[in-house]
Protein backbone atom coordinates (compact mmCIF):
# COMPACT_ATOMS: atom_id res chain seq x y z
CA UNK A 1 0.00 0.00 0.00
CA UNK A 2 1.18 3.65 -0.94
CA UNK A 3 1.70 5.58 2.19
CA UNK A 4 -0.32 8.94 2.77
CA UNK A 5 3.07 10.10 4.28
CA UNK A 6 5.37 12.63 2.05
CA UNK A 7 7.97 14.75 1.35
CA UNK A 8 7.36 18.51 0.64
CA UNK A 9 10.09 20.96 -0.64
CA UNK A 10 9.12 24.54 -1.90
CA UNK A 11 9.31 27.82 0.50
CA UNK A 12 8.09 30.40 2.51
CA UNK A 13 7.29 33.92 2.33
CA UNK A 14 5.89 37.19 4.98
CA UNK A 15 5.28 40.13 3.78
CA UNK A 16 4.95 43.26 6.73
CA UNK A 17 2.34 45.96 5.27
CA UNK A 18 3.10 48.46 7.86
CA UNK A 19 4.67 50.62 9.56
CA UNK A 20 7.10 49.79 7.09
CA UNK A 21 7.05 47.52 3.65
CA UNK A 22 9.27 44.54 5.09
CA UNK A 23 9.53 41.04 2.98
CA UNK A 24 11.43 37.85 3.54
CA UNK A 25 11.21 34.18 1.99
CA UNK A 26 13.18 31.27 2.37
CA UNK A 27 13.90 27.79 1.13
CA UNK A 28 12.36 24.77 2.94
CA UNK A 29 10.90 21.66 3.61
CA UNK A 30 8.40 19.36 5.04
CA UNK A 31 7.20 16.12 5.83
CA UNK A 32 3.51 15.50 6.23
CA UNK A 33 3.30 12.25 8.58
CA UNK A 34 -0.03 9.91 8.93
CA UNK A 35 0.48 9.55 12.23
CA UNK A 36 -0.12 5.83 12.22
CA UNK A 37 2.33 5.58 9.37
CA UNK A 38 5.40 6.97 11.22
CA UNK A 39 6.36 3.97 13.07
CA UNK A 40 6.37 2.23 9.42
CA UNK A 41 8.69 5.00 8.26
CA UNK A 42 10.91 4.54 11.07
CA UNK A 43 11.23 0.43 10.40
CA UNK A 44 12.02 1.28 6.35
CA UNK A 45 13.86 4.02 5.98
CA UNK A 46 17.44 4.80 6.74
CA UNK A 47 17.86 8.55 7.34
CA UNK A 48 14.46 9.02 9.05
CA UNK A 49 13.53 7.79 12.52
CA UNK A 50 11.13 8.42 15.36
CA UNK A 51 12.38 9.78 18.51
CA UNK A 52 15.90 9.00 18.53
CA UNK A 53 18.46 10.55 16.51
CA UNK A 54 19.26 10.55 12.73
CA UNK A 55 19.79 12.97 10.04
CA UNK A 56 16.38 13.43 9.74
CA UNK A 57 13.93 12.77 12.53
CA UNK A 58 10.40 13.60 13.98
CA UNK A 59 9.76 13.46 17.98
CA UNK A 60 6.79 13.33 19.82
CA UNK A 61 7.69 15.59 22.13
CA UNK A 62 8.70 18.84 19.48
CA UNK A 63 4.64 18.92 19.49
CA UNK A 64 1.07 18.52 21.03
CA UNK A 65 1.53 19.16 25.11
CA UNK A 66 5.37 18.39 25.04
CA UNK A 67 5.55 15.14 26.39
CA UNK A 68 5.74 11.74 25.43
CA UNK A 69 2.13 10.63 25.31
CA UNK A 70 0.43 9.23 21.80
CA UNK A 71 0.00 12.17 19.56
CA UNK A 72 -2.85 10.94 18.12
CA UNK A 73 -4.41 10.65 21.21
CA UNK A 74 -3.71 14.34 21.97
CA UNK A 75 -5.10 15.73 19.25
CA UNK A 76 -8.15 13.44 19.20
CA UNK A 77 -8.73 14.53 22.89
CA UNK A 78 -8.93 18.41 21.31
CA UNK A 79 -11.36 17.50 18.54
CA UNK A 80 -14.11 15.73 20.41
CA UNK A 81 -13.53 18.75 22.93
CA UNK A 82 -14.70 20.95 19.91
CA UNK A 83 -17.50 18.61 19.23
CA UNK A 84 -15.29 16.65 16.21
CA UNK A 85 -15.38 12.92 15.96
CA UNK A 86 -12.98 11.35 13.07
CA UNK A 87 -13.70 7.93 14.45
CA UNK A 88 -10.16 6.10 13.15
CA UNK A 89 -10.16 9.05 10.48
CA UNK A 90 -6.54 9.71 9.26
CA UNK A 91 -4.84 12.71 11.38
CA UNK A 92 -1.50 13.83 9.35
CA UNK A 93 1.01 16.68 10.58
CA UNK A 94 2.52 18.73 8.28
CA UNK A 95 5.82 19.99 9.66
CA UNK A 96 9.27 20.61 9.55
CA UNK A 97 11.01 17.63 10.89
CA UNK A 98 14.58 17.59 12.80
CA UNK A 99 17.74 17.84 11.25
CA UNK A 100 20.83 16.45 13.02
CA UNK A 101 18.60 16.62 16.17
CA UNK A 102 18.04 19.75 15.96
CA UNK A 103 14.55 21.50 14.66
CA UNK A 104 12.27 24.71 15.42
CA UNK A 105 8.61 24.99 13.98
CA UNK A 106 6.56 28.29 13.88
CA UNK A 107 3.60 26.19 12.64
CA UNK A 108 2.78 22.78 12.33
CA UNK A 109 -0.46 21.78 11.06
CA UNK A 110 -3.17 19.00 11.45
CA UNK A 111 -4.85 17.96 9.30
CA UNK A 112 -8.10 15.85 10.92
CA UNK A 113 -9.63 13.65 8.31
CA UNK A 114 -12.91 11.67 9.10
CA UNK A 115 -12.56 7.58 7.60
CA UNK A 116 -14.40 8.63 4.20
CA UNK A 117 -11.76 11.14 3.35
CA UNK A 118 -13.49 14.45 3.90
CA UNK A 119 -11.27 16.97 6.12
CA UNK A 120 -13.13 17.09 9.47
CA UNK A 121 -10.70 19.81 11.39
CA UNK A 122 -7.31 21.63 11.71
CA UNK A 123 -5.05 22.11 14.25
CA UNK A 124 -2.40 25.31 13.84
CA UNK A 125 0.11 24.51 16.27
CA UNK A 126 1.86 27.76 16.49
CA UNK A 127 5.72 27.67 18.44
CA UNK A 128 7.53 31.30 19.61
CA UNK A 129 10.94 31.66 19.76
CA UNK A 130 10.28 31.97 23.85
CA UNK A 131 10.00 28.77 23.96
CA UNK A 132 6.06 28.72 24.25
CA UNK A 133 3.41 26.62 22.18
CA UNK A 134 -0.15 27.13 21.41
CA UNK A 135 -2.38 25.08 19.14
CA UNK A 136 -6.24 26.23 17.45
CA UNK A 137 -8.49 23.51 17.02
CA UNK A 138 -10.74 24.79 14.06
CA UNK A 139 -13.84 22.66 13.07
CA UNK A 140 -13.70 22.23 8.83
CA UNK A 141 -17.70 23.73 7.69
CA UNK A 142 -19.27 20.83 6.25
CA UNK A 143 -19.76 22.27 2.25
CA UNK A 144 -15.56 22.67 2.78
CA UNK A 145 -15.36 18.98 3.70
CA UNK A 146 -15.35 17.36 0.25
CA UNK A 147 -13.22 19.51 -1.09
CA UNK A 148 -10.64 19.79 1.42
CA UNK A 149 -10.97 23.09 1.43
CA UNK A 150 -9.03 25.77 4.13
CA UNK A 151 -10.99 29.12 4.91
CA UNK A 152 -10.76 29.55 8.85
CA UNK A 153 -9.70 32.05 11.18
CA UNK A 154 -8.76 32.70 14.60
CA UNK A 155 -8.19 35.36 17.31
CA UNK A 156 -4.32 35.17 18.35
CA UNK A 157 -3.60 34.28 21.38
CA UNK A 158 -0.05 33.69 21.47
CA UNK A 159 3.03 36.25 21.48
CA UNK A 160 5.17 35.44 18.51
CA UNK A 161 7.00 38.75 18.09
CA UNK A 162 8.37 42.23 20.05
CA UNK A 163 6.73 43.97 16.68
CA UNK A 164 3.22 42.63 16.67
CA UNK A 165 0.88 43.19 19.26
CA UNK A 166 -2.13 40.53 20.68
CA UNK A 167 -5.33 42.48 19.64
CA UNK A 168 -5.09 40.72 16.26
CA UNK A 169 -7.06 38.17 14.01
CA UNK A 170 -5.74 35.19 11.75
CA UNK A 171 -7.02 34.30 8.49
CA UNK A 172 -6.36 30.47 7.10
CA UNK A 173 -7.19 29.91 3.22
CA UNK A 174 -5.51 26.91 1.65
CA UNK A 175 -6.23 23.09 0.41
CA UNK A 176 -5.29 19.40 1.90
CA UNK A 177 -1.53 18.78 0.39
CA UNK A 178 -1.87 17.08 -2.62
CA UNK A 179 0.40 17.07 -5.35
CA UNK A 180 1.05 20.65 -4.56
CA UNK A 181 0.17 22.55 -1.53
CA UNK A 182 -0.40 26.06 -0.43
CA UNK A 183 -1.37 28.45 2.85
CA UNK A 184 -1.47 31.81 3.43
CA UNK A 185 -2.06 32.97 6.85
CA UNK A 186 -3.11 36.56 7.37
CA UNK A 187 -2.38 38.57 10.36
CA UNK A 188 -5.30 41.28 10.98
CA UNK A 189 -5.50 44.33 13.24
CA UNK A 190 -7.89 47.16 14.36
CA UNK A 191 -6.39 48.91 10.97
CA UNK A 192 -6.58 46.20 8.58
CA UNK A 193 -4.16 44.04 6.82
CA UNK A 194 -0.71 43.98 8.74
CA UNK A 195 1.18 40.67 8.07
CA UNK A 196 1.13 38.12 5.37
CA UNK A 197 2.57 34.64 5.17
CA UNK A 198 2.87 31.71 2.54
CA UNK A 199 3.61 28.42 2.11
CA UNK A 200 4.24 26.60 -1.04
CA UNK A 201 5.70 22.99 -1.87
CA UNK A 202 5.56 20.76 -3.94
CA UNK A 203 5.10 16.57 -3.39
CA UNK A 204 8.00 13.93 -3.60
CA UNK A 205 8.04 10.35 -2.17
CA UNK A 206 8.94 9.58 1.11
CA UNK A 207 12.12 7.91 0.13
CA UNK A 208 15.65 8.02 1.54
CA UNK A 209 16.99 9.21 -1.29
CA UNK A 210 14.56 12.11 -1.54
CA UNK A 211 15.27 13.17 1.96
CA UNK A 212 19.05 12.84 1.37
CA UNK A 213 18.98 14.79 -1.23
CA UNK A 214 16.37 17.67 0.47
CA UNK A 215 18.37 17.51 3.85
CA UNK A 216 21.63 18.43 1.41
CA UNK A 217 20.20 20.96 -0.60
CA UNK A 218 18.87 22.83 2.46
CA UNK A 219 21.42 21.95 5.08
CA UNK A 220 20.97 23.68 8.87
CA UNK A 221 17.69 24.51 7.33
CA UNK A 222 16.27 24.23 11.16
CA UNK A 223 19.23 26.68 12.26
CA UNK A 224 18.71 28.96 9.53
CA UNK A 225 14.70 29.25 10.05
CA UNK A 226 15.77 30.84 14.01
CA UNK A 227 18.78 32.75 12.61
CA UNK A 228 16.24 34.04 10.02
CA UNK A 229 13.93 35.23 12.75
CA UNK A 230 16.25 37.28 14.65
CA UNK A 231 17.95 38.59 11.89
CA UNK A 232 14.66 39.85 10.49
CA UNK A 233 13.86 41.11 13.69
CA UNK A 234 17.11 43.15 13.70
CA UNK A 235 16.47 44.59 10.68
CA UNK A 236 12.67 45.84 11.40
CA UNK A 237 14.55 47.37 14.81
CA UNK A 238 16.82 49.43 12.71
CA UNK A 239 13.57 50.64 10.35
CA UNK A 240 12.41 51.59 14.05
CA UNK A 241 8.94 49.62 14.12
CA UNK A 242 7.76 50.04 17.55
CA UNK A 243 8.01 47.33 19.95
CA UNK A 244 5.44 45.47 22.00
CA UNK A 245 5.40 44.26 25.37
CA UNK A 246 5.02 40.26 26.00
CA UNK A 247 2.01 39.33 28.12
CA UNK A 248 1.49 36.97 30.22
CA UNK A 249 0.95 33.84 28.57
CA UNK A 250 -2.50 32.41 28.00
CA UNK A 251 -3.85 30.21 30.81
CA UNK A 252 -4.89 27.34 28.47
CA UNK A 253 -2.57 26.47 25.52
CA UNK A 254 -5.12 25.18 23.44
CA UNK A 255 -7.98 27.51 21.36
CA UNK A 256 -11.05 25.34 21.23
CA UNK A 257 -13.65 26.75 18.28
CA UNK A 258 -16.73 25.13 17.87
CA UNK A 259 -18.22 26.68 15.02
CA UNK A 260 -18.03 29.77 13.11
CA UNK A 261 -16.79 33.30 14.99
CA UNK A 262 -16.98 36.86 14.71
CA UNK A 263 -13.78 39.23 14.67
CA UNK A 264 -13.21 40.44 17.85
CA UNK A 265 -11.99 43.41 15.46
CA UNK A 266 -15.06 44.60 14.27
CA UNK A 267 -14.79 44.17 11.24
Known amino acids: MTPDSALYIGGVTHQRLRPVAHRLSYRAFWLLLDL ?9 LRVFSRNRFNLISFYDRDHGDGSQGPLRVQIEGWLQKAGVDIGRGPIRIFTMPRLLGYVFNPISLYFCHRPDGR ?3 MVY ?3 NTFGRRHSYVIPVPIEDQADGVIRQGAAKALYVSPF ?3 EMDYEFRGRVPAQRFDLTVRGLDADGLLITAGMTAKRRAMRDFELLSAALMRPLMTLKVVAAIHWEAFK ?7 LT ?3 SPAPDKVTLQAGPRESRLGR
Open 36 to 44: DEIDGLDRS
Open 119 to 121: LAA
Open 125 to 127: EVT
Open 164 to 166: MGM
Open 236 to 242: LWLKRVP
Open 245 to 247: SQP
